[in-house]
Protein backbone atom coordinates (compact mmCIF):
# COMPACT_ATOMS: atom_id res chain seq x y z
CA UNK A 1 0.00 0.00 0.00
CA UNK A 2 2.95 2.23 0.83
CA UNK A 3 4.79 1.58 -2.79
CA UNK A 4 1.48 2.79 -4.05
CA UNK A 5 0.41 5.43 -2.74
CA UNK A 6 3.89 6.89 -3.56
CA UNK A 7 3.32 5.86 -7.01
CA UNK A 8 0.33 8.05 -6.77
CA UNK A 9 1.76 10.84 -5.03
CA UNK A 10 4.60 10.91 -7.85
CA UNK A 11 2.75 10.73 -10.68
CA UNK A 12 -0.19 13.30 -9.55
CA UNK A 13 2.14 15.70 -7.91
CA UNK A 14 4.42 17.56 -11.08
CA UNK A 15 4.05 21.30 -12.35
CA UNK A 16 1.90 24.09 -13.77
CA UNK A 17 2.15 27.46 -14.29
CA UNK A 18 1.81 29.61 -10.58
CA UNK A 19 2.03 33.15 -11.49
CA UNK A 20 2.40 35.29 -14.41
CA UNK A 21 3.73 39.04 -14.01
CA UNK A 22 2.50 41.07 -10.75
CA UNK A 23 -0.82 39.41 -10.50
CA UNK A 24 -1.97 36.89 -13.22
CA UNK A 25 -2.90 33.41 -12.89
CA UNK A 26 -2.70 30.04 -15.15
CA UNK A 27 -6.09 28.79 -16.83
CA UNK A 28 -6.27 26.44 -13.55
CA UNK A 29 -5.60 28.83 -10.98
CA UNK A 30 -4.21 28.16 -7.53
CA UNK A 31 -7.20 26.13 -5.76
CA UNK A 32 -7.64 22.85 -5.42
CA UNK A 33 -5.04 19.81 -5.02
CA UNK A 34 -2.54 18.28 -7.38
CA UNK A 35 -5.09 16.45 -9.44
CA UNK A 36 -7.25 19.77 -10.21
CA UNK A 37 -4.29 21.92 -11.43
CA UNK A 38 -1.74 19.33 -13.32
CA UNK A 39 -2.81 18.62 -16.64
CA UNK A 40 -0.72 15.87 -18.99
CA UNK A 41 0.81 16.44 -22.45
CA UNK A 42 0.97 14.42 -26.13
CA UNK A 43 2.76 16.57 -28.26
CA UNK A 44 3.39 13.07 -30.19
CA UNK A 45 1.62 12.44 -33.64
CA UNK A 46 -1.06 9.80 -31.58
CA UNK A 47 -2.16 9.49 -27.94
CA UNK A 48 -1.25 6.13 -28.11
CA UNK A 49 2.74 7.43 -28.71
CA UNK A 50 2.68 9.14 -25.53
CA UNK A 51 1.04 6.27 -22.58
CA UNK A 52 3.49 5.84 -19.85
CA UNK A 53 4.82 3.07 -18.84
CA UNK A 54 2.01 0.96 -17.17
CA UNK A 55 3.85 0.87 -13.75
CA UNK A 56 2.71 4.46 -13.10
CA UNK A 57 -1.20 3.23 -13.32
CA UNK A 58 -1.36 6.46 -15.85
CA UNK A 59 -4.14 6.26 -18.54
CA UNK A 60 -3.84 9.51 -20.92
CA UNK A 61 -7.23 10.52 -22.04
CA UNK A 62 -7.87 12.30 -24.96
CA UNK A 63 -7.96 15.56 -22.90
CA UNK A 64 -3.68 15.38 -23.58
CA UNK A 65 -3.94 16.19 -26.98
CA UNK A 66 -5.95 19.75 -26.32
CA UNK A 67 -3.49 22.47 -24.97
CA UNK A 68 -5.65 24.03 -22.81
CA UNK A 69 -7.93 23.95 -20.74
CA UNK A 70 -11.32 25.08 -22.62
CA UNK A 71 -13.86 25.65 -19.80
CA UNK A 72 -11.49 28.40 -18.24
CA UNK A 73 -9.85 31.57 -18.41
CA UNK A 74 -7.18 33.32 -16.41
CA UNK A 75 -8.42 35.24 -13.52
CA UNK A 76 -6.76 37.56 -13.10
CA UNK A 77 -5.07 37.52 -16.39
CA UNK A 78 -1.41 39.60 -16.76
CA UNK A 79 -1.24 42.89 -18.13
CA UNK A 80 2.73 42.45 -20.07
CA UNK A 81 3.93 45.30 -22.51
CA UNK A 82 5.72 43.64 -25.97
CA UNK A 83 9.57 43.77 -25.23
CA UNK A 84 9.50 44.30 -21.69
CA UNK A 85 10.79 41.13 -19.50
CA UNK A 86 8.01 39.70 -17.03
CA UNK A 87 8.30 36.85 -14.51
CA UNK A 88 6.74 33.42 -15.58
CA UNK A 89 6.82 30.97 -12.68
CA UNK A 90 5.74 27.57 -12.13
CA UNK A 91 5.61 25.16 -9.36
CA UNK A 92 8.31 23.03 -8.51
CA UNK A 93 6.40 20.39 -6.02
CA UNK A 94 10.10 19.02 -4.84
CA UNK A 95 11.30 18.10 -8.33
CA UNK A 96 14.05 21.33 -8.40
CA UNK A 97 17.83 21.51 -6.97
CA UNK A 98 17.89 17.40 -6.12
CA UNK A 99 18.46 15.68 -9.54
CA UNK A 100 15.21 14.77 -10.17
CA UNK A 101 14.58 17.29 -12.87
CA UNK A 102 18.64 18.15 -14.02
CA UNK A 103 18.65 18.75 -17.75
CA UNK A 104 14.95 18.93 -18.40
CA UNK A 105 13.29 22.33 -19.78
CA UNK A 106 10.08 23.90 -20.33
CA UNK A 107 8.86 25.12 -23.80
CA UNK A 108 6.79 28.32 -23.97
CA UNK A 109 5.01 29.27 -26.86
CA UNK A 110 2.01 31.96 -28.19
CA UNK A 111 -1.28 32.29 -29.98
CA UNK A 112 -3.77 34.31 -30.29
CA UNK A 113 -6.40 34.41 -27.65
CA UNK A 114 -8.89 31.31 -28.47
CA UNK A 115 -11.19 29.92 -25.49
CA UNK A 116 -9.89 26.37 -27.33
CA UNK A 117 -6.87 27.05 -29.32
CA UNK A 118 -5.12 24.33 -31.62
CA UNK A 119 -1.56 23.00 -30.31
CA UNK A 120 -0.94 25.05 -34.14
CA UNK A 121 -1.88 27.84 -33.23
CA UNK A 122 0.89 28.40 -30.66
CA UNK A 123 4.48 29.99 -32.28
CA UNK A 124 7.96 30.14 -31.57
CA UNK A 125 8.28 33.50 -29.22
CA UNK A 126 12.69 32.26 -28.45
CA UNK A 127 12.15 29.83 -25.84
CA UNK A 128 12.04 26.11 -26.75
CA UNK A 129 14.51 25.18 -23.76
CA UNK A 130 13.76 27.00 -20.44
CA UNK A 131 15.81 24.98 -17.65
CA UNK A 132 13.21 23.66 -15.30
CA UNK A 133 14.88 25.29 -12.26
CA UNK A 134 17.98 27.34 -11.67
CA UNK A 135 19.70 29.31 -9.41
CA UNK A 136 18.43 32.75 -8.51
CA UNK A 137 21.05 35.95 -7.58
CA UNK A 138 20.75 34.81 -3.92
CA UNK A 139 21.78 31.08 -4.69
CA UNK A 140 18.30 30.77 -4.09
CA UNK A 141 16.89 27.15 -6.56
CA UNK A 142 13.75 28.54 -8.40
CA UNK A 143 11.54 27.31 -10.83
CA UNK A 144 10.80 30.48 -13.11
CA UNK A 145 12.01 32.74 -15.75
CA UNK A 146 12.50 35.96 -17.48
CA UNK A 147 10.29 36.08 -20.75
CA UNK A 148 10.36 39.02 -23.28
CA UNK A 149 7.71 38.75 -25.95
CA UNK A 150 9.00 40.85 -29.09
CA UNK A 151 8.82 44.25 -29.32
CA UNK A 152 6.47 43.98 -32.37
CA UNK A 153 4.15 41.74 -31.16
CA UNK A 154 0.59 43.67 -31.64
CA UNK A 155 -1.78 45.25 -28.54
CA UNK A 156 -4.31 42.37 -27.71
CA UNK A 157 -5.60 39.36 -25.94
CA UNK A 158 -3.29 36.27 -26.17
CA UNK A 159 -2.24 33.00 -24.77
CA UNK A 160 1.00 31.11 -23.04
CA UNK A 161 1.46 27.49 -23.50
CA UNK A 162 3.76 25.89 -21.19
CA UNK A 163 5.02 22.08 -21.42
CA UNK A 164 7.20 20.66 -19.30
CA UNK A 165 9.25 17.18 -20.44
CA UNK A 166 9.68 15.46 -17.70
CA UNK A 167 10.77 11.58 -17.76
CA UNK A 168 7.86 9.49 -19.05
CA UNK A 169 5.58 12.06 -18.99
CA UNK A 170 5.13 15.55 -20.63
CA UNK A 171 3.04 18.03 -18.32
CA UNK A 172 1.29 21.43 -19.79
CA UNK A 173 -0.29 24.74 -18.37
CA UNK A 174 -2.01 27.84 -20.32
CA UNK A 175 -1.65 31.38 -19.12
CA UNK A 176 -4.06 34.12 -20.95
CA UNK A 177 -2.13 37.64 -20.98
CA UNK A 178 -3.34 41.34 -22.37
CA UNK A 179 -0.25 42.59 -24.39
CA UNK A 180 -1.02 46.19 -23.65
CA UNK A 181 1.04 48.21 -25.84
CA UNK A 182 3.25 46.65 -28.89
CA UNK A 183 5.66 48.53 -31.07
CA UNK A 184 4.35 50.99 -33.21
CA UNK A 185 5.31 50.57 -36.84
CA UNK A 186 8.61 53.02 -37.62
CA UNK A 187 7.85 56.40 -39.27
CA UNK A 188 8.66 56.64 -43.08
CA UNK A 189 12.26 57.97 -43.98
CA UNK A 190 12.05 61.33 -44.92
CA UNK A 191 15.36 61.01 -47.37
CA UNK A 192 13.51 58.42 -48.58
CA UNK A 193 12.07 60.21 -51.97
CA UNK A 194 10.03 57.05 -53.00
CA UNK A 195 6.42 57.64 -53.43
CA UNK A 196 3.78 54.47 -52.58
CA UNK A 197 3.16 54.68 -56.42
CA UNK A 198 7.02 54.11 -57.21
CA UNK A 199 7.47 51.44 -54.78
CA UNK A 200 8.37 48.13 -56.76
CA UNK A 201 6.00 45.96 -57.47
CA UNK A 202 6.28 41.94 -56.59
CA UNK A 203 6.98 41.42 -60.63
CA UNK A 204 9.66 44.17 -59.88
CA UNK A 205 11.24 41.69 -57.53
CA UNK A 206 13.68 39.61 -58.63
CA UNK A 207 13.32 36.15 -57.62
CA UNK A 208 15.74 34.60 -55.57
CA UNK A 209 18.99 32.39 -56.66
CA UNK A 210 17.84 29.37 -57.05
CA UNK A 211 21.51 27.73 -57.89
CA UNK A 212 23.18 29.87 -54.59
CA UNK A 213 24.89 27.08 -52.38
CA UNK A 214 23.95 28.23 -48.90
CA UNK A 215 22.43 27.16 -45.77
CA UNK A 216 18.94 27.62 -44.50
CA UNK A 217 18.54 29.91 -41.82
CA UNK A 218 14.75 29.35 -40.90
CA UNK A 219 15.21 25.63 -41.21
CA UNK A 220 14.90 23.94 -37.42
CA UNK A 221 15.48 20.61 -36.52
CA UNK A 222 13.32 18.96 -33.57
CA UNK A 223 14.93 16.59 -31.11
CA UNK A 224 12.45 16.66 -28.54
CA UNK A 225 13.80 18.83 -25.84
CA UNK A 226 15.03 21.86 -28.28
CA UNK A 227 15.01 22.98 -32.03
CA UNK A 228 18.35 22.65 -33.86
CA UNK A 229 19.91 24.73 -37.02
CA UNK A 230 22.58 24.81 -39.17
CA UNK A 231 25.11 25.89 -36.54
CA UNK A 232 24.16 22.62 -34.82
CA UNK A 233 25.11 20.80 -37.89
CA UNK A 234 28.31 22.45 -38.55
CA UNK A 235 29.77 21.73 -35.17
CA UNK A 236 29.92 17.92 -35.62
CA UNK A 237 28.93 17.37 -39.61
CA UNK A 238 30.02 13.55 -39.93
CA UNK A 239 27.37 12.89 -37.55
CA UNK A 240 24.70 15.32 -38.03
CA UNK A 241 24.54 15.58 -41.99
CA UNK A 242 22.69 12.28 -42.28
CA UNK A 243 20.16 13.08 -39.99
CA UNK A 244 16.90 13.84 -41.15
CA UNK A 245 17.06 16.32 -43.98
CA UNK A 246 19.84 17.50 -42.50
CA UNK A 247 21.98 17.27 -45.74
CA UNK A 248 19.04 19.50 -47.99
CA UNK A 249 18.73 21.96 -45.64
CA UNK A 250 22.89 22.49 -44.75
CA UNK A 251 24.08 22.35 -48.53
CA UNK A 252 27.16 24.21 -47.74
CA UNK A 253 27.71 22.83 -44.55
CA UNK A 254 26.88 18.96 -45.52
CA UNK A 255 28.89 19.57 -48.91
CA UNK A 256 25.79 19.59 -51.12
CA UNK A 257 27.52 22.39 -53.33
CA UNK A 258 28.13 21.87 -57.01
CA UNK A 259 31.11 22.23 -58.32
CA UNK A 260 30.87 25.16 -59.89
CA UNK A 261 29.50 26.94 -56.55
CA UNK A 262 31.70 28.76 -54.02
CA UNK A 263 29.98 28.20 -50.98
CA UNK A 264 30.25 30.87 -48.48
CA UNK A 265 32.07 30.32 -45.33
CA UNK A 266 30.51 27.95 -42.65
CA UNK A 267 28.22 29.27 -39.82
CA UNK A 268 30.61 30.42 -36.77
CA UNK A 269 30.72 27.45 -34.04
CA UNK A 270 28.70 27.85 -31.24
CA UNK A 271 30.81 26.02 -28.78
CA UNK A 272 34.14 26.19 -28.43
CA UNK A 273 35.13 22.18 -29.14
CA UNK A 274 38.88 21.08 -29.91
CA UNK A 275 38.98 19.84 -33.24
CA UNK A 276 39.28 16.68 -32.93
CA UNK A 277 42.08 14.54 -35.17
CA UNK A 278 42.74 11.13 -36.47
CA UNK A 279 46.22 9.83 -36.15
CA UNK A 280 47.25 7.28 -38.54
CA UNK A 281 46.93 3.77 -37.24
CA UNK A 282 49.78 2.05 -36.89
CA UNK A 283 48.37 -1.24 -35.79
CA UNK A 284 45.21 -2.03 -36.95
CA UNK A 285 43.05 -4.63 -34.88
CA UNK A 286 43.94 -8.05 -36.67
CA UNK A 287 40.05 -9.12 -35.35
CA UNK A 288 36.82 -6.99 -36.08
CA UNK A 289 35.05 -6.36 -32.94
CA UNK A 290 31.88 -8.21 -32.12
CA UNK A 291 28.57 -6.82 -33.06
CA UNK A 292 27.85 -6.60 -29.14
CA UNK A 293 31.12 -4.37 -28.43
CA UNK A 294 29.85 -1.63 -30.67
CA UNK A 295 28.24 1.28 -29.61
CA UNK A 296 25.28 1.74 -31.52
CA UNK A 297 25.08 4.04 -34.29
CA UNK A 298 21.71 3.57 -36.14
CA UNK A 299 17.98 3.48 -34.43
CA UNK A 300 18.48 -0.20 -35.55
CA UNK A 301 21.25 -0.58 -32.95
CA UNK A 302 19.73 1.04 -30.68
CA UNK A 303 16.63 -1.03 -30.55
CA UNK A 304 18.49 -3.56 -29.72
CA UNK A 305 21.04 -2.47 -27.57
CA UNK A 306 19.96 0.57 -25.60
CA UNK A 307 22.11 3.23 -25.62
CA UNK A 308 23.92 3.14 -22.19
CA UNK A 309 27.93 3.97 -22.44
CA UNK A 310 27.65 5.79 -25.72
CA UNK A 311 26.52 9.31 -27.40
CA UNK A 312 23.83 7.95 -29.42
CA UNK A 313 21.32 10.07 -27.55
CA UNK A 314 23.05 13.62 -27.78
CA UNK A 315 24.62 12.52 -31.63
CA UNK A 316 21.14 11.81 -32.90
CA UNK A 317 17.97 13.48 -30.84
CA UNK A 318 20.21 15.95 -28.61
CA UNK A 319 19.68 14.78 -25.57
CA UNK A 320 20.94 12.28 -23.33
CA UNK A 321 20.92 8.94 -21.85
CA UNK A 322 18.91 7.45 -19.04
CA UNK A 323 21.41 5.45 -18.04
CA UNK A 324 20.42 5.20 -14.23
CA UNK A 325 17.30 3.56 -15.80
CA UNK A 326 17.55 -0.18 -17.54
CA UNK A 327 14.98 -2.83 -18.62
CA UNK A 328 14.87 -6.35 -17.44
CA UNK A 329 17.92 -6.77 -19.82
CA UNK A 330 20.24 -4.08 -18.86
CA UNK A 331 19.25 -1.64 -21.66
CA UNK A 332 18.23 2.34 -21.10
CA UNK A 333 17.19 4.48 -23.47
CA UNK A 334 17.10 8.11 -24.35
CA UNK A 335 15.45 11.05 -22.16
CA UNK A 336 11.72 11.22 -23.51
CA UNK A 337 11.69 7.72 -25.17
CA UNK A 338 10.73 4.68 -23.42
CA UNK A 339 11.55 1.06 -23.27
CA UNK A 340 8.62 -0.01 -25.30
CA UNK A 341 10.62 1.29 -27.79
CA UNK A 342 12.90 -1.44 -27.81
CA UNK A 343 12.77 -5.51 -28.65
CA UNK A 344 12.38 -8.01 -26.84
CA UNK A 345 15.33 -8.85 -25.08
CA UNK A 346 14.50 -12.60 -26.35
CA UNK A 347 15.40 -10.96 -29.63
CA UNK A 348 17.83 -8.42 -28.58
Given at each position: ????A ?11 I ?11 G ?18 E ?16 M?P?R ?9 A ?40 G ?6 Y ?7 F ?10 E ?6 T ?8 W ?15 T ?21 P ?6 P ?39 A ?101
Amino acid sequence: MLVLALLAGRAASHSWIVSVGADGRSRGGIAGGDHALQRYACPLETLEQCQPDPKHGIVLTEDAMRPCRHDAVSDPMAAVEAGEAFALNWMGNGHAGNGQSDGTCVRIRLAPFAQDPEVGDFGFIGYECVDYWRFDDEGKVTTSAEITLPPETPAGTYTLHWMWDFTDFWFQSCADITVTSGSPAPPPDPTDDTSPSEAPTEDDVSPPDDDACEDSTSWFLNTRKTTRNCQWVALKPSKRCPKRDAAERCLATCGGCDPDDTPPSPPPALTTEPPTTNPPTTNPPTTEPTADALPPTTDNDYFHRGCAGTPFCETTQGTYCKDWQSDECGRSVCHGDSHALLVPCAEA
